[in-house]
């Protein structure tokens, strides 16, 4: 399944939200996914517990990050979402603010990496200095942005 499939039908955007903490920001990125049925309850719970015992190993980039644990951490199906926030969340003094979630629920390891990958070509920009360009998707307002952001992107 590819992203932006993903996301129409998994009705998994959420842009501009509220989040007072990092576990609030992940909850938003992961409930769709739980609504739409591709993971079970306990993936959220398992993201939250891996962070706590690994550090923010989700942070891809500065005000970038994705959530995801393994496919037996109750992966029923692959699927993404997309959560932006309107104030950034810090999972510590020392991590850079988050801004901008893709959730990726990989239904096994192929689609996990194949998933890593539509969403850093998507966000690619090589004239930065992180090679990713996070503001054309913080501009985004409705769904139909977030798609032509992605259909532009992959056929570059």
């Known amino acids: 399944m590819n992203l932006k499939q993903s996301l129409i039908e998994n009705q998994s955007i959420r842009l501009q939200q509220s989040a007072k903490t990092w576990q609030e920001a992940i909850k938003l990125a992961i409930d769709p996914l739980i ?3 591709a993971v079970e309850p306990r993936y959220y719970d398992r993201i939250i517990q891996c ?10 980039a500065p005000g970038l990050a994705m959530p995801h644990a393994r496919p037996e951490d109750g992966v029923l199906r ?4 997309l959560v932006t926030l309107t ?16 959730a990726l629920a990989g239904s096994d390891s ?24 996070l503001e054309k ?17 992959l056929n570059e």
């Open 35 to 37: 609504e739409s049925g």
């Open 51 to 60: 962070i706590e015992e690994m550090g923010p190993y989700i942070i891809l």
């Open 78 to 81: 692959t699927a993404f979402s």
């Open 87 to 102: 104030e950034p969340v810090k999972f510590s003094d020392e991590d850079e603010p988050i801004d901008v979630l893709f």
């Open 110 to 133: 192929d689609k996990h990496m194949a998933g890593l990958m539509e969403i850093t070509q998507v966000l690619d920009d090589p004239d930065s200095d992180t090679g990713v360009d």
């Open 137 to 153: 998707i913080r501009r985004c307002k409705t769904h139909a942005e977030v798609y032509a952001v992605i259909d532009a992107a």
